[in-house]
């Protein structure tokens, strides 16, 4: 099993960054693909970007890229994600998963931590 905890959220205003830090435990996350999902309210769940076990490939949604960094650091056992340009339909709670790369689905979830950006 993972146990995921996500960290960094908070109120920001438009064009400001944040960081969002996903911190594992239970099992090391070098044998996982990672991603980062988001929320908002009266919506579903989107798929915001991802990146392999190795950190060498990633993947971004069209709505993110190009502001959004996704980056990873086994030895701490840590996904980040740098937000910068941030907009305020980036409001949401954004969610951090782990799949096993057998598997399709993400199997281990966060709890979730909340991004408003203010107008």
């Known amino acids: 099993q993972v146990q995921l905890v996500e960290s960094g959220g908070g109120l920001v205003q438009a064009g400001g960054s944040l960081r969002l830090s996903c911190a594992a435990s239970g099992r090391t996350l070098s044998g996982y693909d990672m991603a980062w999902f988001r929320q908002a309210p009266g919506k579903e769940r989107e798929f915001v970007t991802a990146?392999?076990?190795?950190?060498?490939?990633?993947g971004y949604a069209d709505s993110v890229k190009g502001r959004f960094t996704i980056s990873r650091d086994n030895a701490k056992n840590t996904v980040y994600l740098r937000m910068n340009s941030l907009k305020p339909e980036d409001t949401a709670v954004y969610y951090c998963a782990a799949r096993d790369p057998s598997y399709t689905d993400y199997s281990y979830w966060g709890q979730g931590t909340q991004v408003t950006v203010s107008s």
């Open positions: 990146i392999s076990r190795s950190g060498g490939t990633t």
